[in-house]
């Protein structure tokens, strides 16, 4: 019988710093999902402060996302501006 293939939980939060917007909106997804499906109920996006690009285009991924109950931004501490706290449905 073969051995079954372990895959770690996923962490608490995914990194889309230095990523395109393709790159870091198809991150999102895949690891959205894999949250979800792990039983995570928040989550953190780290996008970094930049320009704004990939904030922007996550934030707005998240306003559509049918796994997304609510978002905000990171409060102090939790890393500002550069970091989007999602809580899952």
Known sequence: ???KKYS???SDEVRL???TVDEALYKLD???NE???AGLYQVK???GKGTGTIRKAARSYLAGHPLV???RPGAYGEGGDGVTVVELA
């Open 45 to 47: 996006v780290i996008h």
């Open 8 to 10: 770690p939980p996923p």
């Open 30 to 32: 895949k690891y959205l």
């Open 17 to 19: 710093r230095q990523l």
């Open 1 to 3: 019988m073969p051995k």
């Open 35 to 37: 949250a979800f499906m």
């Open 69 to 71: 109950k609510s978002y």
